[in-house]
Nanobody, 116 residues
Framework: QVQLVESGGGSVQPGGSLRLSCAAS????????MGWYRQAPGKARELVAT???????MYADSVKDRFTISRDNTKNTVFLQMNSLKPEDTAVYYC??????????WGQGTQVTVSS
């Protein structure tokens, strides 16, 4: 089992920045890749960004050039730096980890609100 705890959400004005963190514990050596998803009210959960253990990353088109995902393997933590935030980025952001057996683990979610 892998446990994930997110932090760093909050409220910010359009154009602002936030940095989300996700700390993993438990069977961390089984983790293959980690990522962030988000779910806005009334919408399905969607992929935001992922990063492999080797550092390769991918992003949803909607966040490219604004968000950066990174991973500190020494601290078992993944980060999501979010710049130039827009109201449409408002959502609950969930950290996820996929292990070598293709099992997916989720954090509890952290709210991000972008509003003037």
């Amino acid at each position: 089992q892998v446990q994930l705890v997110e932090s760093g959400g909050g409220s910010v004005q359009p154009g602002g920045s936030l940095r989300l963190s996700c700390a993993a514990s438990g069977n961390i050596f089984s983790i293959d890749h980690m990522g962030w998803y988000r779910q806005a009210p009334g919408k399905a959960r969607e992929l935001v960004a992922t990063v492999t253990s080797g550092g390769s990353s991918m992003y949803a088109d909607s966040v490219k050039d604004r968000f950066t995902i990174s991973r500190d393997n020494t601290k078992n933590t993944v980060f999501l730096q979010m710049n130039s935030l827009k109201p449409e980025d408002t959502a609950v952001y969930y950290c996820c980890a996929v292990d070598i057996h293709s099992r997916t683990f989720w954090g509890q979610g952290t709210q991000v609100t972008v509003s003037s």
